[in-house]
C-alpha cells in the first residue's frame, strides 16, 4: 500500500485506538458486568472492562477487534456483539489523546459456566454497584446499560441473555429485571409472538406421573445475531 | 504527560483517526447531503463528506473535531450535530487502518443561505440520488439518513431543520417527506403536543384585510440541541 501513500496521513500526532466491550449477563436476576484486572500501567492491577489496542496487522476491522479481545482476554465466544458509541478524548486515558470504539456484548450465564469455569479471568459484577472504574469505564458501562434497557423496551434484544431453550415465563421474567417492572402476561406474549424470533423447542420426555412441563421455546435461526423491533414500546 | 507514558501505547502501528459529517439539509422537499471536494490526493478532486484528522493538539474531543471541520471546511456554525456511529477497518481508506467517527448534523436550508450564500464551497445533492462515493462515505451516508429516517418515527429530531419560525403544516410536511408518508392532521399534532418542544412565536403584525394567518411556532429554548422521544412510532 505505500505506493498510494500519496500524502502523508497527518502532520499532526495520531490518537491511541483500543476497542472497549462492556460484556453483559444476567446472573440471579441481576444485569452483570464483566470486569478484567489490568496487567500493565496505567491502572495497573485496577479492574476495567475489557479491552485492548486495535491490531492493525490482524484485525480486519473494529468488530473483529472486539470478537478476538473477547475470546483472547476474557475467554468468551460468539457472543451477541454490537458497536456502541466511541469514546475519543484528550482527557480520557493519560497516555495521550484516545479513542476507544465501544461494544457492548450479551452472554447467556449459562454458556459462561460451562465455557470458563473458575479458571476465567473475568469478574463480574451487578452494574448498579458499580461506583467507579479507572478511564472513562463507568461512563462507557452506564451508555451499555441503558441502551440495553431502552432496547429491551422495543425490541428482542434480551433473547440474546437466555440459554438454548427456555420458558416464556422465564423470558418475561428477563425482560422485567432488565425494564424493573412488572409486565402483563398476555401483552408480553403477544409482543413476543410479534417479533418472531423465539420458536417451540422439543420438549424433554415427561416423567412419569409429573405435570406436564412448561412449553421450552428456542431463538430461531434467522434470530442468532440479530435483533427484531417493535413499533412501539412494552412500558408506556 | 510524558511522565504517565509508563508503557509505549502499542507496538502496533497506529490506525489514521478521521472525523467524516453527513451534513443534512432540505431543500424543495428533499432530504440533501452537502459533498465537499477533495483538495488532495485520495481521491483528488472527487465530492465526498465533509471530513477531517482528529487534530489532537487543538479538538478536546470528537465532537469538537466535528465541530471544527464543519465550521472551518463546510463554513457552518452550530448545527444539531450528533454522533452516528465509527466505521474502522483496514480496507477502507487506501493510506491505511483507518478509523471514521462519523457524525451527522441538521440545518435548516434558510440558515445556509443566509451563512453562506454563493461563496460556500459546498454542493448539495439529494441523497437519494448519490449512488457512489469515496471512501466508503456512501455507506456513512446510508447510516446517517437511515438514522435520521427512522428517528423522525418517534422523536422531534426534524425541528432542527425548520427556519426560526414555521407553522405546524409546515412541520407536519417535513416529517411526511422524511417518513415518505402522509400523516393524520389530529394526531401529529397530539404527537407533536406531547414532545414538548416547540411553542408559539409572536405572530407578525396582520396586514389589513388580509386573512388570519396560521399561528408560527419556535424551537423551546430548552429543545434546541436536544431530541425528545416518543414511546411509539407515528408510523405503524
Same mark, same amino acid.
Not at 486515558?93 to 476465567?120: F, K, N
Given at each position: 500500500?505505500?505506493?498510494?501513500?500519496?500524502?502523508?496521513?497527518?502532520?499532526?500526532?495520531?490518537?491511541? @485506538?483500543?476497542?472497549?466491550?462492556?460484556?453483559? &449477563?444476567? $446472573?440471579?436476576?441481576?444485569?452483570?458486568? #464483566?470486569?478484567?484486572?489490568?496487567?500493565?500501567?496505567?491502572?495497573?492491577?485496577?479492574?476495567?472492562?475489557? %479491552? %485492548?489496542?486495535?491490531?492493525?496487522?490482524?484485525?480486519?476491522?473494529? /468488530?473483529?477487534?472486539?470478537?478476538?479481545?473477547?475470546?483472547?482476554? #476474557? %475467554?468468551?465466544? =460468539? !457472543?451477541?456483539?454490537?458497536?456502541?458509541?466511541?469514546? *475519543? =478524548?484528550?482527557?480520557?486515558?493519560?497516555?495521550?489523546?484516545?479513542?476507544?470504539?465501544?461494544?457492548? *456484548? /450479551?452472554?447467556?450465564?449459562?454458556?459462561?459456566? #460451562?465455557?470458563?469455569?473458575?479458571?476465567?479471568?473475568?469478574?463480574?459484577? *451487578?452494574?448498579?454497584?458499580?461506583?467507579?472504574? !479507572?478511564?472513562?469505564?463507568?461512563?462507557?458501562?452506564?451508555?451499555?446499560?441503558?441502551? @440495553?434497557?431502552? $432496547?429491551?423496551?422495543?425490541?428482542?434484544?434480551? @433473547?440474546?441473555?437466555?440459554?438454548? &431453550?427456555?420458558? /416464556? =415465563?422465564?423470558?418475561?421474567?428477563?425482560?422485567?429485571?432488565?425494564?424493573?417492572?412488572?409486565?402483563? $402476561?398476555? =401483552?408480553?406474549?403477544?409482543?413476543?409472538?410479534?417479533?418472531?424470533?423465539?420458536? !417451540?423447542? !422439543?420438549?424433554?420426555?415427561?416423567?412419569?406421573?409429573?405435570?406436564?412441563?412448561?412449553?421450552?421455546?428456542?431463538?430461531?435461526?434467522?434470530?442468532?445475531?440479530?435483533?427484531?423491533?417493535?413499533?412501539?414500546?412494552?412500558?408506556?
Amino acid at each position: 500500500m505505500a505506493d498510494s501513500k500519496t500524502s502523508p496521513p497527518t502532520a499532526y500526532e495520531q490518537p491511541i @485506538v483500543t476497542v472497549d466491550i462492556v460484556l453483559l &449477563t444476567l $446472573k440471579e436476576n441481576e444485569l452483570c458486568a #464483566a470486569l478484567l484486572q489490568r496487567p500493565r500501567p496505567p491502572h495497573l492491577g485496577e479492574w476495567t472492562l475489557p %479491552g %485492548g489496542f486495535v491490531h492493525t496487522d490482524t484485525d480486519e476491522d473494529a /468488530l473483529a477487534a472486539a470478537t478476538r479481545i473477547l475470546k483472547t482476554k #476474557a %475467554g468468551v465466544e =460468539s !457472543p451477541y456483539l454490537e458497536q456502541l458509541q466511541t469514546f *475519543a =478524548s484528550r482527557h480520557r486515558d493519560s497516555r495521550g489523546w484516545s479513542v476507544s470504539i465501544a461494544h457492548y *456484548a /450479551l452472554v447467556p450465564h449459562q454458556t459462561l459456566s #460451562a465455557e470458563g469455569g473458575d479458571a476465567s479471568p473475568l469478574k463480574w459484577r *451487578a452494574v448498579d454497584s458499580i461506583r467507579s472504574l !479507572p478511564f472513562d469505564h463507568r461512563d462507557i458501562l452506564r451508555a451499555a446499560v441503558d441502551r @440495553v434497557r431502552s $432496547k429491551t423496551d422495543y425490541s428482542s434484544l434480551p @433473547v440474546h441473555l437466555m440459554p438454548p &431453550t427456555f420458558t /416464556l =415465563s422465564e423470558l418475561q421474567k428477563v425482560y422485567e429485571t432488565l425494564l424493573d417492572t412488572e409486565l402483563d $402476561k398476555r =401483552s408480553f406474549r403477544r409482543r413476543i409472538e410479534e417479533l418472531d424470533v423465539v420458536e !417451540p423447542a !422439543p420438549n424433554p420426555p415427561a416423567t412419569r406421573g409429573a405435570h406436564r412441563p412448561a412449553q421450552m421455546y428456542r431463538l430461531k435461526r434467522k434470530a442468532s445475531n440479530a435483533v427484531a423491533t417493535a413499533d412501539r414500546n412494552l412500558t408506556r
